[in-house]
């Protein structure tokens, strides 16, 4: 069975879309396009493919436009209205519009196009296996997404401030982080800046599907 197909609906995914993409010049992450569709529309499909549960989407930048433009159907989109602060508020509210009952999330973020459903699928098995931290690795070096326990969920909470995220958590539990090895079926790669962009749309051409309907998702 591929790794892709591996399903633990149990576990709900955190996708964070909210930035402004300052370093775009002001275009938000959300919107920039992939195959002729949204950023946030991949990176919704690639934590569903790879086996979540409910996705929780986080917006903040042109967020009403991101309504109107990206397909979200089926998701529980959450307002961050500090997004400019950095990633630790959308990490911070993402985090407390889960479900009372989820075990674990899988924090994906919006601007890694290059993750894949089978590198979500590892970090899933991993703990499926008993980890209650997990990131992806590539060639040894902590990437994403990042997989955290509920038991951590205050601790992540508390410790995302700017656009740190996660990283003062899995700093400070370093010990307790499980390295799952991802670099043979994903990529890290950020859209940070514009020769970022540039680049990944030279390797990956949009090639886009037709327009399709724009249901109302799911709002907390």
């Known amino acids: ?3 892709s197909a ?3 609906s149990a576990i709900p995914a955190l996708v964070l879309a909210a930035g402004g993409g300052r370093r775009l ?3 938000p992450k959300a919107l920039l396009r992939l195959h002729g569709r949204p950023l946030v529309e991949h990176a919704v499909r690639v934590v569903r493919e790879g086996g979540c549960g409910p996705v929780t989407v986080v917006l903040g930048a042109a967020r009403e436009q991101v309504l109107a433009t990206a397909e979200l159907a089926g998701c529980t989109v959450v307002a961050n209205p500090d997004w400019a602060e950095g990633m630790g508020s959308s990490l911070r509210a993402g985090l407390a519009a889960l479900p009372p009952d989820a075990p674990a999330v899988l924090v994906a973020l919006v601007d890694t196009p290059g993750v894949t459903p089978a590198a979500v699928a590892r970090l899933l098995a991993a703990h499926r296996a008993g980890a209650e931290l997990a990131a992806a690795g590539y060639h040894g070096r902590r990437g994403h997404p990042v997989l955290i326990g509920a038991r951590h969920f205050a601790e992540a909470a508390a410790g995302a ?4 995220g996660a990283r003062a958590l899995l700093t400070a539990r370093q ?3 499980l ?12 859209l940070d800046t514009p020769a970022d962009l540039a680049r990944w749309q030279a390797d990956r051409p949009a090639a886009g599907p037709a327009e399709v309907p724009r249901p109302t998702p799911k709002m907390p």
């Open 175 to 177: 010990g307790e982080l």
């Open 25 to 27: 010049g002001g275009r």
């Open 161 to 164: 401030t700017g656009d740190a």
């Open 6 to 8: 591996l399903h633990d």
């Open 179 to 190: 390295l799952v090895e991802c670099a043979d079926v994903a990529r890290p790669d950020d």
């Open 1 to 3: 069975m591929p790794e």
